[in-house]
Nanobody
Framework: QVQLVESGGGLVQAGGSLRLSCVASGTSFSFKTMAWYRQAPGKQRELVAHITPEGSKYYANSVKGRFTISRDNAKNTVDLQMNSLKPEDTAVYYC????????WGQGTQVTVSL
């Protein structure tokens, strides 16, 4: 059974940093694109960043220059380093392995206060 487990969320002041981690189990994801999405209250889930098996990265404009996505294929993990956090980054963050089907984690709450 495929399972994604996120960790690292929490409450932080604006300007602070958090590091989210996601461990995937149940199969190897070395050949899959892995991603982080987020969903703020009352808004649609949006793509934050993704990383291909070869290491190519994409970032949403809203996080470019502040967030860094990385992966460890040997450990089936994907991390999201978030720096210079803003209140508008407050959301539930989801790890995902893209494909048919796409697998999702349960989400981890990130709250950025003023």
């Amino acid at each position: 059974q495929v399972q994604l487990v996120e960790s690292g969320g929490g409450l932080v002041q604006a300007g602070g940093s958090l590091r989210l981690s996601c461990v995937a189990s149940g199969t190897s994801f070395s050949f899959k694109t892995m991603a982080w999405y987020r969903q703020a209250p009352g808004k649609q889930r949006e793509l934050v960043a993704h990383i291909t098996p070869e290491g190519s990265k994409y970032y949403a404009n809203s996080v470019k220059g502040r967030f860094t996505i990385s992966r460890d294929n040997a450990k089936n993990t994907v991390d999201l380093q978030m720096n210079s956090l803003k209140p508008e980054d407050t959301a539930v963050y989801y790890c995902a392995v893209l494909g048919l089907p796409t697998y999702w984690g349960q989400g981890t709450q990130v709250t950025v206060s003023l």
